[in-house]
Nanobody
């Protein structure tokens, strides 16, 4: 069973930066396409960014394109999300997602809180 643990969230002023990490254990990371999602209070969980198993393809929501960068290190079994030029509307819990590219199985971490003050 794969387990995902996010870290790196916190409180930051608008315009600041954070780097989120998602450590994956239990299975080889290269078996999974990875993604980050966010959920603000009272709202649904939204897609933020994704990266394929090799790191060769990345996708971003329009709202974060040019500000956030997703990356992965399969040797360290870690996926990263660099958040730059943060805005108050980026405030949310950020969740890491792993999708098994062979079985389609979906796995989630417990999330890390990002709070951006104006």
């Amino acid at each position: 069973q794969v387990q995902l643990v996010e870290s790196g969230g916190g409180l930051v002023q608008a315009g600041g930066s954070l780097r989120l990490s998602c450590v994956v254990s239990g299975r080889t990371l290269s078996m999974y396409d990875m993604g980050w999602y966010c959920q603000a209070p009272g709202k649904e969980r939204d897609f933020v960014a994704s990266i394929n198993w090799s790191g060769g393809s990345t996708y971003y929501s329009d709202s974060v394109k040019g500000r956030f960068t997703i990356s992965r290190d399969n040797v360290k079994s870690t996926v990263y999300l660099q958040l730059n030029s943060l805005k108050p509307e980026d405030t949310a819990i950020y969740y890491c997602n792993a999708r098994n590219r062979y079985t389609g199985g979906d796995y989630w971490g417990r999330g890390t809180q990002v709070t951006v003050s104006s």
